[in-house]
């Protein structure tokens, strides 16, 4: 399957790739069971308030390699975590007038969530997305969502992994995020 994704990645339609290998596909995770996907897509919104339809799995969960430049198409395995993409207007909002009117809060954020906070800053919100990673429990959905997540790992085939959620703005913003980041690895594969 990698050696057919590398194909289509310096031939094909950016946008379409991803359609095809990251939005609109039963996540590799699942092993080709829709219902059970749209099962878990379900119980999870119910828990974060989200329409089901606007949960996607994304990473190596969902295509079955990683699409980081910097991970070499490593293969998902035992220790993968499970990342998600949530599309949600209202909540994108909310988190971002959260990190925005910190204030004198900012000076108790942890490394980890500085160096978030300055990606969120200089690129992330850029793309219209946020990555809850550091800065959920920063956020007023935050524990609802860190309890959803927590919950989802008790449940095949998420049992035991970490899940990391990002929120898109809408779709527009998730389809143009990661068309963005495989034209990033496609100039890298070309230059190899």
């Known amino acids: 399957m990698i050696d057919s994704f590398k194909t289509e990645l310096v031939s094909d339609q950016l946008s379409l790739m991803v359609q095809k290998w990251v939005i609109d596909r039963t996540p590799h995770v699942f092993d080709g069971n829709q219902i059970e996907y749209v099962i878990w897509k379900s119980q999870l919104a119910e828990k974060i308030g989200v329409d089901g339809r606007a949960i996607t799995l994304i990473g190596s969960a969902s ?8 991970k070499n198409y490593r293969v998902f395995n035992e220790d993968s975590d499970i990342d998600i993409a949530i599309v949600s207007a209202h909540h994108f909002e909310l988190a971002w007038h959260s990190i925005r009117t910190l204030g004198a809060s900012i000076h108790g954020l942890n490394h980890r969530q500085r160096n978030s906070l300055m990606d969120h800053r200089s690129r992330l919100i850029y ?5 809850t990673k550091h800065l959920l429990p920063k956020l007023p959905f935050g524990k609802q969502w860190f309890n959803a997540f927590e919950q989802m790992t008790a449940v095949d085939p998420t049992r035991d992994r970490n899940i990391n959620a990002r929120i898109y703005r809408d ?4 389809s143009a995020y990661h068309t963005n980041n495989l034209n990033v690895l496609r100039t890298a594969q070309l230059e190899n």
């Open 63 to 70: 295509v079955g390699f990683s699409l980081s430049p910097e």
């Open 127 to 131: 793309w219209g997305t946020f990555d």
């Open 171 to 174: 779709f527009e913003s998730l």
